[in-house]
């Protein structure tokens, strides 16, 4: 099963992924009924999660949402820590994920727009280096995952915090690759797949980001914190919802008085 999975995913591009991966993940949770875990997302249960990644982590992907590990999570802070699911808000959702789409989009009091530059789940096709909305137009963002991926990290921060409106916030997440860096490492000649899987973690990753991350949010214009909300809660919920221990960067848009 996992090396199944590793090699669907290293072969197969992530946009058909997305759009036939939950076909193949339902087919599968057959085998993995149980209550040994729980997705806070969806709320189903089962033995254990789906294994997921290159390099396959066991108890990671729920089979009926497709969350993983970083999605529950950031379920979980989002509905504890935020007003997202009780004001009405615009919110923007970039390089969206299939286990929030729905989810967000059945909420009446938020205004939804997703946004990505090839993803088949998104309304609006975009470069987030250059992103075709006003200034001040979103109350909120989400960005999971993508800034590895991009040429200009900077800019494309700069890019949220612009249409944020002030006092507006984005949690902007990474992937980190143990052992954590003092400082981000990028270098532009590293252009080969493998090269990059050897320096970066993935074949398209374009640089491996380190302990500095918070520092460079706040460069582009940001006031940052850096939640490790995982570690307040109850060993039996990080448990059941088999959640990662990582931090929430949560990023502010200073009003200007």
């Known amino acids: 099963m996992k090396h199944l999975i590793s090699l669907a995913i290293q072969h197969i591009p992530r946009k058909y992924l997305q759009l036939v991966g939950h076909f193949i993940a339902k087919s599968l949770s057959l085998f993995y009924l149980g209550n040994g875990v729980q997705c806070p997302i969806c709320n189903r ?96 963002a989400l960005c999971n995952h993508v800034m590895e991926h991009l040429t200009d990290d900077r800019q494309a921060m700069k890019e949220i915090l612009r249409v944020l409106k002030p006092g507006g916030w984005a949690i902007i997440q990474v992937p980190f690759f143990p052992p954590f860096p003092d400082q981000t490492f990028e270098d532009p000649s590293i252009a080969i797949p493998e090269d990059r899987l050897k320096n970066y973690g993935q074949k398209d990753h374009v640089r491996l980001y380190g302990k500095d991350y918070k520092d460079r949010l706040e460069s582009c214009g940001f006031q940052v914190i850096e939640d490790h909300y995982v570690d307040s809660l109850t060993t039996d919920m990080v448990k059941k919802f088999a959640l990662p221990k990582e931090a929430i960067y949560f990023c502010s848009k200073i009003r200007r008085i």
């Open 45 to 140: 249960q089962y033995r254990k999660f789906l294994p997921y990644g290159r390099v396959p982590r066991e108890n990671s992907l729920c089979p009926n949402c497709l969350a993983l590990e970083r999605h529950r999570l950031l379920w979980v802070y989002l509905k504890n820590k935020t007003s997202l699911f009780n004001q009405a808000q615009r919110l923007l959702h970039i390089a969206p994920e299939y286990c929030f789409i729905n989810r967000f989009e059945s909420l009446d009091h938020l205004d939804y727009l997703t946004a990505d530059i090839e993803s088949p789940l998104a309304k609006v096709k975009m470069d987030i280096h250059k992103m075709p909305f006003e200034d001040n137009s979103f109350d909120c």
